[in-house]
């Protein structure tokens, strides 16, 4: 079993950044594919960024490619998401997400264990 922690979301205003952060604990957490979702009310929970359990292939969502970085820190038990240029549009609330057979996908339906989300509220 993992557990996972988010935090580091807050109220931005447009243009701003923010730095996600999600620690696993429980089992092996270095095997895992790691990702990020979001979502708002009434919408469905949409794919934002994934790596790999090796940490060498990373996935976007067309939305935030080229703000939006996803990174791990095996050492620390901890993923990463540091958000860029944020805009309304990426008000939601996000939640990260782990795979325990490594695959890194954008399918929600392919992870496992999820965190209980974070709010990013970006003012405009």
């Known amino acids: 079993q993992v557990q996972l922690v988010e935090s580091g979301g807050g109220l931005v205003q447009a243009g701003g950044s923010l730095r996600l952060s999600c620690v696993a604990s429980g089992r092996t957490f270095s095997t895992y594919a790691m990702a990020w979702f979001r979502q708002n009310p009434g919408k469905e929970r949409e794919f934002v960024a994934a790596l790999s359990w090796k940490g060498d292939s990373t996935y976007y969502a067309d939305s935030v490619k080229g703000r939006f970085t996803i990174s791990r820190d095996s050492a620390k038990n901890t993923m990463y998401l540091q958000m860029n240029s944020l805009n309304y549009e990426d008000t939601a609330v996000y939640y990260c997400?782990?795979?325990?057979?490594?695959?890194?996908?954008?399918?929600?339906?392919?992870?496992?264990?999820w965190g209980q989300g974070t709010q990013v509220t970006v003012s405009s």
């Open positions: 997400a782990a795979d325990r057979l490594g695959r890194g996908t954008t399918r929600r339906y392919e992870y496992q264990y």
